[in-house]
């Protein structure tokens, strides 16, 4: 009957166009929202999408279109039509439904309902389902999805079918309570805290949530033992906030006990992070502080120590001394402290972005403590290994852990844990980036630490075609294990054997190293050792004399007491930069790294350690170069061998390079090869 009713009145409609001379104005239809049967009528906007007066599909269209593409509406509306089909049906599997609506019934000028929850604002568990031809109001929040108009999933929800409804409301509510104990947060309120955090970062303590469980997306298991749920303030998805795997009852892992329902009032405790937008608690640092009023109890606001007050780093181990085997304490401490070394790798933190160190209250490997998988300033990550050195006095917050390895030795650790405070420091024997050279009886006496020591020895003990590089080396004060002998820092494994053919290493040769004081199951080795030179190249002497051609360049050395010559070659490492243009090249006037480095010039020497700035060669960086050579676009640059062609040349009043015409290092190279001629 509705359908013979349209086409009677586009019949009349049809008529009046070729009797009458007046103009008609056209139908309000557009072609790209699912055009389909039905014949064509003039359907005007009305409403103003409230609940007294909802918008009318064609209103509802109007409005979605004028949101950018991806962007939802900044408030509910309600939406009045007719189902015009139906995609999914309501179900007890996800609760909710998607269909279409329009004003009439057909598919002119559709508008999509993009699984919308039940009567109440609730998932579907009983009631009618939709059929074609249904009456619907919808209230909830709508977006442009890459151009199709529709709710956004799960924030809309069905008002009314057919003149019935259940109330519900798309409004969240008043943010309430402070977050205690006595005075939990409610959900909006939660919701409200994460987003003042900023994206990725937490709560540097626990607070109290109380609510309503709306849906279960994982319940209690012994698999995992936690529970991934949202609650509200009334039970409904206004204004829910996301409990991300949080711990049962007495902050345990679930082993048995009261699953959750909908419809549960609890309390949570932990936590609260904004996950890459997401309000949500951080996962496995909340738990159930109570369910429908038992509570377990089992953790704590309380911490142990304050930023300003922190307890000391043996205190700290007395306290996970009378923890039991694998104890955890049930509230963070704030714990002082010197780093004595930073343990995690570049490769690993590549991997995990978090930083393994120790710290003592005196710097020294006496009375430390490892923080394990620690995460930098106020929960926010890392950007480097070198961002925290022996020496740094750091404050750090997190849970004390009595850790027992494989061998059963207990190692104290501070896990969960993040920097509340760093001072940087030298009091552990200096920063990463400061180079000691020193006797093997000194290096051996040192404690294990980030520091760089130059050691220069004889090699002992190296086995034929050792991969690796593992050897002893021995000077007249004593001698050390070598573990692993780099070409250069940082440098790739395995790769000793092209390193020892090139510099001819072998048993008897004295060679040059850099490495950190460490140990290994009590015997003391160096670790992360690069290599420097042979007794007489590099950082022993200068390395040997060069004819000035691409197969035999000058060393950095001859260039500088050539001073004057015409397109030569020059081999060296590059070692840091010139600040600025000073009238004088001096050790104030440079800089040993590639932080903050300009794109206009670098240094290079012999050796990749060297600091003496005489002994530096300065390379200015013409526009061609600077996109592949510059240490501002390529920091990894630093330490690495270049071999490079200019006008040797007094600049900045030493002798230098200008204007060089060809450069190659790591792999990359830019320019013309010519030959070379003294002048």
Do not use: H
């Not at 349209?6 to 699912?34: G, K, M, Q, R």
């Not at 609730?122 to 909830?140: A, R, S």
């Not at 038992?294 to 911490?303: A, L, V």
Request: aromatic share 10%.
């Amino acid at each position: 009957m509705k359908k013979l009713f349209y086409s009677l009145f586009t019949l009349a409609i049809a008529a009046f166009t070729f009797t009458s001379c007046e103009s008609v104005p056209a139908p309000y239809d557009d072609p790209n929202l699912n055009p389909g049967g039905g014949s064509t009528v003039v359907v005007d906007p009305t409403g103003d999408g409230t609940v007294e007066s909802p918008y009318n599909v064609i209103a509802a269209i109007n409005y979605a279109k004028n949101l950018e593409v991806g962007a939802e509406s900044d408030r509910d509306i309600y939406i009045k039509g007719v189902v015009v089909s139906i995609a999914e049906n309501y179900t007890t599997q996800y609760g909710n439904a998607r269909f279409y609506i329009s004003d009439d019934g057909t598919a002119k000028n559709q508008f999509l309902i993009y699984r919308a929850l039940y009567l109440g604002n609730k998932k579907y568990t009983d009631g009618d389902v939709l059929v074609e031809g249904d009456t619907v109001i919808i209230c909830g929040k709508v977006t442009n999805y890459n151009g199709t108009l529709e709710t956004q999933q799960n924030k809309a929800f069905l008002y009314s079918l057919n003149g019935k409804s259940e109330g519900g409301s798309g409004e969240i509510g008043e943010p309430k309570g402070t977050g205690t104990l006595e005075d939990p947060f409610n959900s909006v309120a939660a919701t409200q805290f994460c987003e003042q955090l900023g994206s990725g970062k937490e709560s540097d303590k626990e607070y109290y949530i109380k609510g309503k469980v709306v849906s279960i997306a994982e319940n209690y298991t012994t698999q995992y033992g936690n529970a991934r749920f949202y609650i509200s303030d009334d039970g409904t998805a206004n204004g829910q906030f996301l409990i991300y795997r949080a711990l049962y009852l007495g902050n345990q892992k679930y082993t048995s006990g009261e699953l959750l329902k909908e419809g549960d009032e609890v309390i949570i405790c932990g936590i609260l992070t904004n996950y890459n937008g997401t309000a949500e608690t951080q996962q496995n640092k909340a738990y159930l502080y109570s369910l429908n009023g038992k509570s377990e109890s089992g953790g704590s606001t309380e911490t142990i120590g304050t930023a300003d007050s922190p307890i000391t780093t043996a205190k700290a181990i007395g306290l996970i001394n009378a923890l039991a085997d694998g104890g955890k304490t049930s509230e963070k401490a704030y714990v002082k402290g010197k780093i004595v070394k930073v343990a995690t790798t570049e490769e690993n933190f590549a991997k995990y972005g978090n930083l393994n160190y120790y710290i003592s209250d005196d710097g020294s490997s006496t009375n430390q403590i490892q923080v394990y998988a620690g995460d930098g300033l106020n929960g926010e990550k890392f950007k480097s290994v070198s961002d925290i050195k022996a020496g740094d006095e750091v404050v750090v917050f997190g849970v004390l852990y009595k850790y027992v390895n494989k061998s059963n030795t207990v190692i104290p650790e501070i896990t969960d844990s993040y920097l509340v405070k760093l001072t940087e420091g030298s009091g552990g024997g200096g920063g990463t980036d400061e180079i000691k050279t020193v006797s093997i009886a000194d290096f051996n006496a040192a404690p294990e630490s980030s520091v760089w020591y130059k050691l220069s020895g004889k090699v002992k003990n190296l086995k034929d075609g050792d991969q690796y590089g593992n050897f002893d080396l021995e000077d007249n004060t004593g001698s050390v294990y070598v573990y692993g002998l780099l070409s250069e820092k940082g440098g790739e494994k395995k790769q000793f054997q092209t390193l020892a053919a090139a510099k001819g290493i072998k048993n008897g040769v004295k060679i040059t190293i850099i490495g950190n004081r460490g140990s290994y199951n009590g015997k003391i080795e160096v670790m992360n050792a690069y290599f420097v030179s042979v007794d007489g190249e590099g950082g022993g002497g200068d390395a040997p004399q060069g004819a000035g051609t691409y197969n035999s360049p000058l060393t950095v050395s001859q260039a500088i007491s050539l001073v004057e010559a015409d397109a030569a070659w020059v081999k060296g490492y590059i070692i840091g930069y010139v600040i600025g243009t000073p009238a004088k090249l001096s050790s104030d006037a440079v800089k040993f790294t590639a932080e903050g480095a300009p794109n206009g010039n670098f240094l290079i020497a012999a050796s990749a350690s060297e600091t003496d700035v005489n002994k530096c060669l300065p390379i200015q960086l013409s526009r061609d170069y600077r996109a592949d050579f510059a240490l501002d676009a390529n920091p990894g640059l630093l330490g690495k061998e270049v071999i490079l062609k200019g006008q040797l040349t007094t600049w900045l009043a030493v002798p230098g390079i200008k204007s060089p015409t060809y450069m190659e290092a790591n792999g990359k190279s830019v320019g013309n090869k010519v030959k070379y001629r003294k002048r």
